[in-house]
């Protein structure tokens, strides 16, 4: 099987693209490097240092012939979303487009998308499930909630069978160590706390320790990569088995809250880890935890590296083995 891993340079889709090359899969990596780096490149890959938006090299590659893409290059930072809706419209929004336009006249006809738990927005109720009412809060889960729209309507009239992954928190990195690059100028939770431990941030500001939670501060759904990658293997198997589109929640159904991270990863790490608490960060739930009952009953997935002790441990070792353990 061959397969286009757009955005296999990054964070979670280098995770996918060992994942798949793991189970004899060619995998062919299209990424611009704008956030992804080349410490995640495998010589069993064929690389292509390109741009989604360059709608010429998109269709010139997809025409080299795949059996699937999988869509990972989008700009995931939801706060930033919020100040620079304009990046969000070009990367995510027309970025896809273009993926799917040079998907159909490359005559390529499944694609595993990277959805997010973002689609949402405020919980109606907990845990979160696939029939959830979708009012995303921020743009960034806008522009993945309007990706899935267009994603309808090319599975209706392209034939384009898809399945949209909805992560919650993505965290972790390779139990086996294989993978360690870096996030660039990370916003999420556990790699900003990675930064604080190694020494590249001063501290850690904690948005908010007076939200309806056990200890008052937020309260997210982590999953560890290696699960995700699992889940798209699985649901890559799924579409070339079953052919029919599907969308479902990625995430460990266990809600870790900031205070019980930041307390847990100072033990593990060893470090201080200095914080400080700050208002609320605009646009944040108090609780998000997902239902992946989906996913287990459609994929057979679950999740297995997903407790905060191999997140933080896997995560601790990728930071000190590229920046040392000072
Ligand atoms: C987690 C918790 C913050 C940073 C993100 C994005 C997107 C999506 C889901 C895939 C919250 C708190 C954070 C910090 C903090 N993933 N926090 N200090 O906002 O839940 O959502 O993940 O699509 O990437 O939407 O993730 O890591 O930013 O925040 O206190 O410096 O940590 O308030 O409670 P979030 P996050």
New binding site residues.
Partial sequence: MKVLVIGGAGY?GSHVARCFADHGIQVTIYDNLSTGTTDNLFPDYVFHQADILDYTTLVSVMREGFDAVVHLA?A????ESMVKPEKYSLQNITGTLNILNAACEAGISRLVF?????IYGEPAYLPIDEAHPKQPA?Y??FT?LEIERFLEWYDRLKGLKFAAL??????GYDPEGRITGLEKN????????MEVAIGRRPH?????TD?PTRDG????D?IHVTDLADAHYRALLYLMDRGESFAVNLGSEQGS??LE?LEAARRITGREIPARV?G??P????T?VASSAEAKRLLGWEAHYSDMETILATSWKAYTSRLGNP
């Fill in positions: 979670i989008a995931k930072a939801a706060g990277s959805s997010s738990a973002a921020n960034y889960g993945k909805r992560y919650f928190n993505a965290a990370p916003a999420n939770l556990v790699p900003v706390i850690l500001d904690v948005f908010g939200y501060s937020g309260v997210r982590y809250s900031v991270i700050t609320r960060r646009g944040d739930p108090a998000l």
